[in-house]
């Protein structure tokens, strides 16, 4: 079992910031990275970030690369996605979870509730 709590969405504008937090356990202790998700409306849910537990060494997407940080704090297993110079086409549910990492898609077909963020124009 994977327990994963998302939180730290809201409403910005656009050019905003925000800083979600990803609260892992269960069986996130035996994966080597966790990543964020999202979907927007409409939209299929599509990778983020991901970081390793160990070394951080991350990964972005082309669309948020230089704009996103993701970063662990490992004793607590939490990970965080801070958000800076936010746009409206970043609207989206965000999740997180172990990620397989150089294939960028989740371990486990196990999610959280998410958090919404919101980046008005």
């Known amino acids: 079992q994977v327990q994963l709590v998302e939180s730290g969405g809201g409403l910005v504008q656009a050019g905003g910031s925000l800083r979600l937090s990803c609260a892992a356990s269960?069986?996130?202790?035996?994966?080597?990275?966790m990543g964020w998700f999202r979907q927007g409306p409409g939209k299929e849910r599509d990778f983020v970030a991901a970081v390793t537990w160990r070394g951080g060494s991350t990964r972005y997407a082309d669309s948020v690369k230089g704009r996103f940080t993701i970063s662990t704090y490992n004793p607590k297993n939490t990970v965080y996605l801070q958000m800076n110079s936010l746009k409206p086409e970043d609207t989206a549910v965000y999740y997180c979870?172990?990620?397989?990492?150089?294939?960028?898609?989740?371990?486990?077909?196990?999610w959280g509730q998410g958090t919404q963020v919101t980046v008005s124009a």
């Open positions: 269960g069986r996130t202790a035996s994966s080597d990275a």
């Open positions: 979870a172990p990620v397989i990492w150089g294939r960028w898609v989740p371990e486990y077909d196990s």
